[in-house]
């Protein structure tokens, strides 16, 4: 089982919806999760992180943590084309982080 | 801002040869990073550093070395390069050992071995 999984993907979303971004992780002991986004050919950037239980929103962005469940998503509202790209999710187990293979968002003007 | 910056954007190298990929770093950052990321594999950690001159191997390490001798710097060698290692490779940094830490990227080097 890998340490951390995203849904597969891609996602392809119509400009102005809710995108949403599941990731599961194996390790219970996890205490901090983060999203990165990259675009094609780029290096990932962090775009969100999340330690505690519940929502966190960042302007259109929303992480949300379930450690009881293993899951973190991210939601992104308003979605715009230059949300278009892969969005990985990491998990911080212990001094490295874990992440999973990404799940590629398009979306549609 | 955390500036990461790679030596090469782009490298083509022959089987065989040796490889060097550098990284720096300059945020007096303590641990640095080397991954590589293929299409649906993700990224994988190749090597860490905590430390000037301290590493520990990754989740793949075989066909790889580092060298740490300058806390700014981190150095990945190919020392026999091979087709199977023609991959996006990506370096980060981050403050400090404690979990909460985020990591900052590189630009990313993209080596193709002929």
């Known amino acids: 089982q890998k340490e951390v999984e995203q849904n597969s993907g891609p996602l392809s979303v119509p400009e102005g919806a809710i995108a949403s971004l599941n990731c599961t992780y194996s390790d219970r002991g996890s205490q901090s999760f983060f999203w990165y986004r990259q675009y094609s050919g780029k290096s990932p950037e962090l775009i969100m992180f999340?330690?505690?239980?519940g929502d966190k929103e960042d302007g259109r962005f929303t992480a949300q943590l379930n450690k009881a469940s293993q899951y973190v998503s991210l939601l992104i509202r308003d979605s715009q084309p230059s949300d278009s790209a892969t969005y990985l999710c990491?998990?911080?187990?212990?001094?490295?982080?874990?992440f999973g293979a990404g799940t590629t968002v398009t979306v549609r003007a | 801002d955390v500036k990461v910056t790679q030596s090469s954007r782009y490298l083509v190298k022959r089987t065989g040869e040796k490889v060097f990929l550098e990284c720096v770093q300059d945020?007096?950052?303590?641990?640095m990073f080397w991954y590589r990321q293929d299409p649906g594999l993700g990224l994988r950690l190749i090597y860490f550093?905590?430390?000037?001159?301290?590493?520990e191997k990754g989740d793949i390490p075989e066909g790889y070395s580092v060298s740490r001798e300058k806390k700014e710097r981190f150095s990945l060698i190919l020392e026999s390069a091979s087709t199977n290692q023609t991959s996006m490779y990506l370096c980060?940094?981050?403050?400090?050992?404690?979990?909460?830490?985020?990591?900052?990227f590189g630009p990313g080097t993209r080596l193709l071995v002929l």
């Open positions: 980060a940094s981050r403050d400090s050992g404690r979990a909460g830490e985020t990591q900052y």
């Open positions: 550093s905590y430390d000037v001159k301290m590493k």
């Open positions: 999340i330690y505690s239980n």
């Open positions: 990491a998990v911080n187990p212990d001094y490295k982080l874990s």
């Open positions: 945020m007096d950052h303590e641990n």
